[in-house]
């Protein structure tokens, strides 16, 4: 198929566009490089052996998007384009809240002028908001601590409305728990400018000596050890999730969590990042950070019985695959 992937420079698309061009689809990708560069495009020729086609533009931009469609018969769409840092929504949520439910609505529009059925969406954990855990697809939304959140749950709602708009719009909303590590050849991964805001970039950092310390933030969550608690899931693994989904994918709309269904704690995840790498992560214990939640990890049934896919990679391949990336940066890099 010819899958149209918007942010496919980025951290999860670029993962994912390996995945998909080795099952043998061809791969047109619009990102407007805004939170990545465009040697990660080389960077997926190289490790595939494959060529894709580049668009480096911005996918709010209707009549840019119109290109695409016009120039290729596109029979897929993966959304994974959006603005992603939870602490700048909450600084900028026009920002926030016009790309990344704009870009939504500028691409299903094009898929429904071309009579494009099938989309895939970037979804989030987020939008379960403290729900109890394990959170299954079912629950009812609370709603999201910060406007980046919103953001997607007003998308999935877009796409659910055009779905029962359309009878052949086939919809995937893929809530993501919380994805880490790197492919395997260390050649892509997670770049964050600046200093990272996520816990696995901020431990890989400290590791090389560009961080001093860790910050734990709180340690009396009522969680086994008292810190906070996360589905954390290997990025190859999610890519693969969804081929495996746009394989699958009927008309509808059909909401999966890919997660491993495993919940790990900050200072587990520390623990088994030392271990397996050999080197030391010192932290220290701060108090919570504002706006977060003591657990989330997934039910990942729905997707395991209905896609047949089942996240294989466990913390070890994670903390490994995300130093592997981290080791081979220049030093000076960030
Ligand atoms: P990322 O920032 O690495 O990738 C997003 C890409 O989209 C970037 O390359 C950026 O340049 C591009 N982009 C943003 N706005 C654009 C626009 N208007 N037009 C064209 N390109 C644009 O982020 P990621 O971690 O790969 O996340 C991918 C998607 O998954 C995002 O929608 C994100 O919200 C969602 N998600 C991420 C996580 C996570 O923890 N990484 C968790 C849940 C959901
Ligand atoms: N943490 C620290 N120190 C840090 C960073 C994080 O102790 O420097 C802790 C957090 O308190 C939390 C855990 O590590 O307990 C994970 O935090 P992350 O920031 O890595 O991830 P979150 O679960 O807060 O959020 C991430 C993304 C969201 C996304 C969500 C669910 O940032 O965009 O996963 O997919 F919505």
Redesign the pocket.
């Known amino acids: 198929m010819n899958i149209l992937v918007?942010?496919?420079?980025?951290?999860?698309?670029s993962h994912t566009c390996v995945v998909l061009l080795e099952a043998g689809h061809e791969v047109i990708v619009?990102?407007?490089?805004?939170?990545?560069k465009a040697e990660t495009i080389d960077k997926v020729e190289q490790i595939t052996n494959k060529k894709m086609v580049f668009y480096p533009?911005?996918?709010?931009d209707e009549e840019a998007v119109e290109r695409i469609f016009a120039d290729h018969k596109i029979d897929g769409v993966i959304?994974?384009?959006?603005?992603?840092a939870v602490a700048e929504s909450v600084e900028k949520p026009l920002e926030y809240y016009y790309?990344?439910t704009v870009?939504t609505m500028v691409l299903a529009k094009a898929c429904q002028r071309h009579g494009v059925e099938k989309f895939i969406f970037?979804?989030?954990?987020?939008v379960y908001g403290e729900n109890e855990v394990p959170f299954v697809e079912t629950m009812d939304l609370l709603p999201a601590a910060n406007p980046?959140g919103e953001t997607?749950a007003i998308s999935e709602r877009i796409l659910m409305d055009t779905a029962k708009a359309n009878s052949k719009f086939s919809v995937s909303l893929l809530r993501?728990f919380?994805?880490v590590g790197a492919h395997e050849s260390g050649f892509i991964g997670?770049e964050p400018t600046g200093i990272p805001n996520?816990l696995m970039p901020y431990v890989t950092q400290v590791a090389k000596g560009k961080l001093e310390k860790l910050q734990v933030f709180g340690n009396d969550y009522p969680t086994p050890d008292g810190t906070g608690v996360r589905d954390y899931i290997h990025v190859m693994d999610l890519a693969e999730g969804h081929v495996a989904s746009l394989d699958r994918l009927t008309p509808g709309v059909h909401i999966y969590n890919l997660g491993t269904g495993q919940g790990i704690s900050v200072l587990q995840l520390v623990k088994a990042f030392e271990e397996v790498n050999g080197v030391r992560v010192p932290y220290e214990i701060m108090g919570r950070r504002p706006g977060d939640i003591a657990e989330s990890y997934a039910d990942v049934s729905k997707a395991e019985k209905e896609l047949n896919w089942k996240a294989k990679r466990g913390i070890k391949e994670m903390v490994r695959d995300a130093w592997r990336f981290e080791s081979q940066l220049p030093a000076a890099q960030k």
Do not use: M, Q, W
Request: charged share 10%; proline share 2%.
């Open positions: 918007t942010g496919g420079a980025g951290y999860i698309g619009a990102d407007n490089l805004c939170n990545s533009i911005d996918v709010t959304h994974f384009a959006g603005l992603k790309n990344n870009s970037s979804s989030s954990a987020t980046y997607k993501y919380n994805p997670e996520n």
